[in-house]
């Protein structure tokens, strides 16, 4: 059993569109993260959420929006894409803040 | 603001050889450092951690020394292995935070056979 899915894994769109990007974890962990790559593959933290509450909110454009219907999931929405949105987008969680965490395997997000 | 510099950015290592990564960081209130290591098309997966009250941490082949006055900390791979070639992160947080993990910029290591 996958610990941290996402889906879909790519995701090619148009600038303009709205698009969402789901994510779940069967590891009973009360805290998850929305991290972006860049094309040269830096890691920034987006968004946390720890049991379905909003923790951080770093300073990513409100087109963005984090949702959480349970504490397994975190489901990431996009509006109005710009080019500079393409990314890989990766899902992760941990028990808590810090500690050990459990990456998805990714969603490359491509706007053209 | 850069809070994790690593380095080199990339870097060929021999098999059998050391890969030695080097990652320094400025915000003192940090006190976890673990390192993540990514394979092309995979997330990034926890490799080995410190916490700034012993100076090194060694699990297999992977050693972290960390040097708290400086404010530094590196990777050591002994034997390096083809299968170790990927990307890897440093990163750093402050303990119980909310602010998740700064990661360093990443090192792609290749081990040449």
């Known amino acids: 059993d996958t610990a941290v899915s996402q889906t879909p894994k790519y995701l090619v769109t148009q600038m303009g569109n709205d698009k969402s990007i789901k994510c779940e974890q069967n590891?009973?962990?009360?805290?998850m993260y929305w991290y972006k790559q860049d094309s040269k593959k830096f890691l920034k933290i987006m968004f946390s959420?720890?049991?379905?509450?909003?923790?951080i909110n770093e300073t990513v454009p409100n087109r963005f929006s984090p949702k959480s219907p349970d504490k397994a999931h975190l489901n990431l929405h996009i509006n109005s894409l710009e080019l500079g949105d393409s990314a890989v987008y990766f899902c992760?969680?941990?028990?808590?803040?810090?500690?050990?965490?459990?990456f998805g395997s990714g969603t490359q997000l491509s706007v053209l | 603001q850069q809070q994790v510099k690593q380095s080199p950015q990339s870097l060929i290592v021999q098999k059998g050889g050391i890969s030695i990564i080097n990652c320094a960081y400025e915000?003192?209130?940090?006190?976890?450092f673990p390192w993540y290591q990514q394979f092309p098309g995979k997330g990034p997966a926890l490799l080995i951690a410190?916490?700034?009250?012993?100076s090194e941490k060694k699990e297999g082949r992977f050693t972290i020394s960390f040097n708290k006055s400086a404010k530094q900390f590196s990777l050591h791979i002994m034997d390096s292995q083809p299968g170790d070639s990927a990307t890897y992160f440093c990163?750093?947080?402050?303990?119980?935070?909310?602010?998740?993990?700064?990661f360093g910029k990443g090192t792609h290591l290749i081990i040449q056979p």
């Open positions: 590891l009973g962990h009360d805290t």
């Open positions: 992760a969680s941990s028990q808590d803040y810090e500690e050990k965490l459990f």
């Open positions: 959420y720890n049991n379905k509450e909003l923790i």
């Open positions: 990163a750093a947080s402050r303990g119980g935070g909310a602010d998740g993990l700064t």
């Open positions: 915000n003192t209130a940090f006190d976890y």
């Open positions: 410190i916490r700034p009250d012993v």
